[in-house]
């Protein structure tokens, strides 16, 4: 089992940037798939950005792509999502997400991870 905690949220500016990070508590870290998925108000959980257990893969959603980057140091427990140019329609809650794999494959779908963080604010104003 692991328990991951999100930080790094905050309010910036239109154009901005900010890094989040999710820290991960238990044994094992990299054998766990990791993404990073938000939360606007009045609407669904979407997906953001997913990285591979050893991070040699990365999937984004298509309006991210260009501008967010998704990594991961095993050796601190770590996954960090580096938000760049940001847009007001960026604010979310952003959540962390984890699920243990035998693969090396990125997933991108709320259904397929087991383990959540509390999520953290992010709002960008214009």
């Known amino acids: 089992q692991v328990q991951l905690v999100e930080s790094g949220g905050g309010l910036v500016q239109a154009g901005g940037s900010l890094r989040l990070s999710c820290a991960a508590s238990?044994?094992?870290?990299?054998?766990?798939?990791m993404g990073w998925f938000r939360q606007a108000p009045g609407k669904e959980r979407e997906f953001v950005a997913g990285?591979?257990?050893?991070?040699?893969?990365?999937a984004y959603a298509d309006s991210v792509k260009g501008r967010f980057t998704i990594s991961r140091d095993n050796a601190k427990n770590t996954v960090y999502l580096q938000m760049n140019s940001l847009k007001p329609e960026d604010t979310a809650v952003y959540y962390c997400?984890?699920?243990?794999?035998?693969?090396?494959?990125?997933?991108?779908?709320?259904?397929?991870?087991?383990?959540w963080g509390q999520g953290t604010q992010v709002t960008v104003s214009s």
């Open positions: 997400a984890a699920v243990w794999m035998n693969t090396v494959l990125v997933r991108t779908q709320e259904s397929e991870y087991d383990y």
């Open positions: 238990g044994r094992a870290f990299s054998w766990y798939a």
């Open positions: 990285i591979s257990r050893s991070g040699g893969s990365t």
